[in-house]
């Protein structure tokens, strides 16, 4: 599996963009970038993931460099409610299998 | 809210006794994988199971077993518990097919062993 790299917190006023970077400088050519978050004491929620090509839903965008070691994922107008631990994770595909490897992520605290 | 839910959402247990979580798919997904996370950390992959076959296991013991029935729910079975398994244990459900799916979690089960 594809490892990645996130700081470990990050600070972002209110109503500011949020650029959570993620490095996964080991990634293969058919695993794909995904973004979850975690609310204190909730269930993971998924955000956005890509393969190569940026991404934009209602949530976020996420940016993927052309040779694809790392990504940033972007909360363009944060909120209190943001905060959270963002997890980036490279997702391994095997036999139909669907295993995620967290690592510890990036706490962002989103402040007035 | 994802549709995934999950019971009992709290529970304690004593060392050495066993313990049975459930989980209840989002409707329409075939594939449901349990995750073990304990306090600070990122959630850990303990197995997956599609189409009621495990199909995939992380680095857990033999103690650790599941169980997934026709309608797509899910048990999660620890043996033998120790105090190490005090953990919040998730379940996330998604269909598999030829494309990439997304996972969906529940709230968890907040396992403390004493």
């Known amino acids: 599996d594809a490892k990645t790299t996130q700081p470990p917190s990050m600070d972002c006023a209110e109503g500011r963009a949020a650029n959570l970077p993620c490095n996964h400088s080991t990634i293969s050519g058919n695993e794909y970038v995904y973004w979850y978050r975690q609310i204190h004491s909730q269930g993971p929620q998924y955000i956005i993931h890509?393969?190569?090509?940026?991404e934009t839903n209602e949530m976020a965008s996420l940016i993927i460099t052309e040779d694809r070691k790392s990504s940033t994922l972007i909360l363009p107008h944060a909120t209190l409610r943001d905060t959270a631990v963002y997890y980036c994770i490279v997702r391994v595909r095997w036999g139909g299998g669907n295993k995620l490897t967290f690592g510890t992520g990036t706490q962002l605290k989103v402040e007035l | 809210e994802t549709g995934v839910t999950q019971s009992p959402t709290h529970l304690i247990k004593t060392r050495g006794q066993q313990v049975t979580l459930r989980c209840s798919s989002q409707s329409g997904h075939n594939t449901v994988s349990w995750y073990q996370q304990a306090l600070g950390q990122g959630p850990q992959f303990i197995f997956q199971?599609?189409?009621?076959?495990?199909?995939g296991r992380g680095n857990f013991p033999p103690r650790f077993s599941g169980l997934q029935f026709p309608n797509y729910s899910s048990e999660l079975n620890v043996n033998a518990l120790e105090l190490d398994d005090s953990a919040l244990y998730l379940c996330a459900s998604s269909f598999l097919s030829q494309g990439d799916t997304e996972a969906f979690f529940g709230q968890g089960t907040r396992l403390t062993v004493v």
């Open positions: 199971y599609y189409r009621e076959e495990e199909n």
């Open positions: 890509g393969l190569k090509n940026n």
